[in-house]
């Protein structure tokens, strides 16, 4: 099983652009978010899936847009880039029992706005 | 709003016993999490309270009390490698609430 991947590994952009990232998992879990980490901070949630073809705002949506067509498939949309927006996104899955919450995460996306 | 709280930085000695803490206000708390994050590294899950009590994983520790919203992390017998940041976040509704991080040093 590789886990949680997610593509680029890093990308640079000029301000305006667009561009997908995209998270994929093979564990069949239900439960996919996509994070930002900014330097020395925690991770702060920016949309959230709980099951194919539904998504939800976390706390920084704005700016972001989100997709689940597939089960296995979460991707991350930026359409129309900026310097704020530099920062590295993590994707992470659940299998989200009653029992307790852990999260899988991906190796991260290291994105530069210019 | 929801949030919790853990002190920045930790610095310990190899071999030695360190306790992360963490307090949290959120609402629909279902339990308490801690990962563990390497520089340049992704977050991985370390332990979870669902209970009141304590939580032994190995070396690892954790503590939940849910009337004092207070949890901690004991790590025993530092290693080197537990040089790394330690991240607790809370279980409520749908979502993982994060703290900021602790960032833990070892020193020889």
């Known amino acids: 099983n590789a886990g949680v991947t997610q593509t680029p590994k890093f990308r640079v952009l000029k301000t305006g652009q667009s561009m997908t990232l995209l998270c994929a998992q093979d564990?069949?879990?239900?439960?996919m978010y996509w994070y930002r980490q900014d330097p020395g901070m925690g991770l702060r949630l920016i949309h959230y899936s709980v099951g194919e073809g539904t998504t939800a705002k976390g706390e920084v949506p704005d700016g972001y847009n989100v997709s689940r067509l597939k089960k296995q498939n979460f991707l991350l949309g930026l359409e129309s880039a900026a310097p704020s927006q530099t920062s590295v996104y993590f994707c992470?899955?659940?299998?989200?029992?009653?029992?307790?919450?852990?999260?899988?995460f991906g190796p991260g996306t290291r994105l530069l706005v210019l | 709003g929801q949030s919790l709280e853990q002190p920045s930085e930790v610095t310990a000695v190899e071999g030695a016993i360190v306790q992360i803490n963490c307090t949290y206000q959120?609402?629909?708390?279902?339990?308490l999490s801690w990962y563990q994050q390497h520089d340049g590294g992704a977050p991985t899950f370390l332990s979870y309270?669902?209970l009141d009590g304590l939580e032994e994983t190995g070396r690892f520790s954790s503590f939940l009390s849910r009337s004092d919203s207070y949890g901690y992390l004991l790590l025993q017998e530092l290693q080197m490698k537990d040089s790394a940041s330690y991240f607790c976040a809370s279980d409520s509704n749908y979502q993982l609430i994060w703290g900021a991080g602790t960032k833990l040093i070892i020193k020889p």
């Open positions: 564990m069949n879990h239900e439960y």
């Open positions: 992470a899955s659940s299998p989200r029992t009653d029992l307790q919450e852990t999260q899988y």
């Open positions: 959120t609402s629909g708390f279902y339990g």
């Open positions: 309270n669902g």
